[in-house]
């Protein structure tokens, strides 16, 4: 049975909300019930099950491994959110705020336990690959997480630098949902490894598309106010190559507007946004989401399964990027 990717994200849903939580202390797991009843996308797991439901009709068999996916994810924005000293995680307290730092840390620690356990809850003879892939996952995570912080101190940041953070911190972990997918369903070692590349260009694509939008969306589509990367002057795509390709003045414009300690946010945004429209970054960044989306529709088509078995996933990845693939 092929299964549409709304029927799935609900069966992860019912399958996190009926996760026991009965070792002791409670204190310890309550944080975790918390941060897997805040919801979220998805995604991870729903492409993990998505992939695997190209080649094996029983999705629900491998629902241990896509929660302990989403339970490693989560485990990411938990410390995340720590790390940036952030107030709000979809629209609710975050960990440290709700509890304190030293309760993020540990109840932290156990759900990256926790993934590893689910996602090692597998048949033996897949056991060794599925470690492995999860594991080089994991250290590429925190390899982009740290380049993500050495960026801030950093006036110098290329876009090749940039590009590859974006890899590791959020492109590989679609890579190994869509290839643990694969690999527990018994694909190819060819398909496994065209659905890894397809992960990787998406989510290439996905990150820029988040930096557009956080410079042009529309808040009440995109879900937060518009700007926010413009305001802590994050080394986004947007504003690296505006540095590199403004003219003199536009580059002292720019600098200006970093290197302000105080300023009316909502100046400070149009003035940037109207820098990148005057040096065209808007179109600089659409072609090269066009040409990562291009890159994973390739990826797609590489797959031996027919195209009937991978509608699901090919709408569901137009629906995540809100245009045709």
Known sequence: ML?????LMKMVNEAIAALAYDRRPSTLYEPIRYVLSLGGKRIRPVLMLLAYNMYKDDPQRIMTQAVGLETYHNFTLLHDDLMDNADMRRGHETVHRKWDANQAILSGDTMLLQAFERITDCRAEVLKDVMQLFIQTT???DEGQQLDVEFESREDVAEEEYIEMIRLKTSVLLACALKMGGL???????DQAALYSLGEKIGLAFQLQDDLLDVYGDPKVFGKNIGGDITSNKKTYMLINALRQANPQQHKELVGWIEAEQFDRAEKVAAVTALYDAIGIRQLCESRINDYFEQGRQFLGQLSVGEERKAGLRQYI???MNRQF
Do not use: D, K, T, W
Not at 3 to 7: C, G, I, L, V
């Open 3 to 7: 299964y549409r990717s709304a029927e």
């Open 184 to 190: 527990l369903a018994g694909a190819s070692a060819g």
């Open 318 to 320: 137009a629906q995540m």
């Open 139 to 141: 250290l590429e995570i």
